[in-house]
């Protein structure tokens, strides 16, 4: 018996010093909030976002986690793609205190009144489809994006549309959105040497209203300007309807879209005869990145998913999960002050899958790319030779 029993107690014995630590799968979760559009105008986005943040999740914990093997867990808001339930979203990640970061979100309009609440109870937020220019230029400590500007993009149109189309008259129409009327407005900026060089000459400069089935009014006065080429800087529902009615009435002129016009649900919307041939200016989309991590993780995700993104936000709320982590991991912490700070003075050239990641003071990414896409005949979108 007394064999038995020294057995037993030296056994255990083993059992504890073999085991002193908690095993990864017991360690507590470090949670991520996505605010982003799962329902809505724009859930086609938003539910790649999602997919696309918990392929991410995914890739992190395969290799082990972060903070000494600690998984990350995705949560998910749905802002629906309106500010008054984005705000509501931010609302209640600022009231779980699991959540140490969030990924928010796609929509500019939408980002504005979420980022005030979570500057306002200092929770680090990084949008990943929000290119207005203004929302850095308002001293926030605890915002970030991924994602490029709107003026980056003005500007790279005025440098290759009217070269690519020899197009004296440009159209110009917005929605009226915090994102579109942005774009608009600093890609006229941006045209403004060659305006008053007479080189070119913006014939229309207006706006629709989103949501609307029937946009031949505004088409219409905008055919009577004659343009050699039509720049629509809103999102991707009003363009394939816009396209579609334009055709209807005689508009010929080259169509391009802004970053947020294009994708393989516009294609299906407009119809491929309607489609092919339209343009867009466009941050590398997902097949078009040349990085090392971009084809780990388009293989990841084509794996789970079956086909890659279509569009490049979802890529970008990817790195947005992506940079969040490594922060935590680098500064051993989940403190919003430290993080924020790491990522401002200490994140320069970090690979990322749209490539190397850093930010700005402001907290604007820096570096990002502009290419001129097209719908091919196949109906895929490709770099324009």
Known sequence: MMKIVKYVLVA??????????????????????????????????????????????????????????????????????????GAL???????????????????????????NIYEKFKKVNIGYGVTAVRLTERGFKYFFRTCGRDDSQGKFFAEAVPKKFKARRIAIM????AFGKGLAEDTKRALEP????????????????????DYKVPLTKMRETKPDVWYYTGYYAE??????????????????????????????????????G????????????????????????KAK?????????????????????????KTKSTDSDKIASFLRDKVD???????????TAQGDREGVPFYLYVVNNEGKIVISK
């Open 12 to 85: 255990g014995a083993l059992v504890f010093l073999a085991s002193p630590t908690l095993s990864a799968a017991d360690k507590e979760p470090v949670v991520i909030g996505l605010q982003g559009p799962i329902t809505g105008a724009w859930a086609y986005e938003g539910q790649m976002a999602k997919q696309a943040c918990e392929v991410a999740a995914d890739l992190i914990n395969k290799k082990g986690g972060i903070l000494g093997g600690r998984k990350i867990v995705i949560k998910v808001e749905d802002d629906a793609g309106e500010p008054k339930t």
């Open 89 to 115: 979203a931010a609302q209640k990640f600022v009231g779980q205190k699991d959540v140490v970061a969030v990924v928010s979100t796609y929509g500019s309009s939408v980002c504005e009144p979420a980022s």
């Open 174 to 177: 917005h929605d009226n959105t």
């Open 194 to 213: 060659m305006t008053k060089a007479n080189k070119v000459e913006i014939v229309y400069f207006d706006a629709i209203t989103p949501g609307e089935k």
């Open 239 to 276: 363009a394939a309807l816009l396209v579609s009615q334009a055709r209807d009435i005689g508009i010929t002129c080259p169509f391009v879209g802004g970053n947020a016009a294009i994708n393989d649900e516009f294609v299906k919307i407009a119809g491929l005869n309607v489609a092919k």
């Open 278 to 301: 339209c343009y867009m200016t466009n941050e590398p989309l997902p097949g078009d990145l040349p990085y090392k991590e971009a084809r780990e993780f388009l293989a990841a995700y």
């Open 305 to 329: 998913f079956g086909d890659i993104p279509s569009s490049p936000w979802p890529i970008y709320a990817a790195d947005a999960v992506n940079i969040i982590a490594y922060a935590i991991d």
């Open 349 to 359: 050239r970090v690979p990322g899958i749209t490539g190397p990641i850093g930010f």
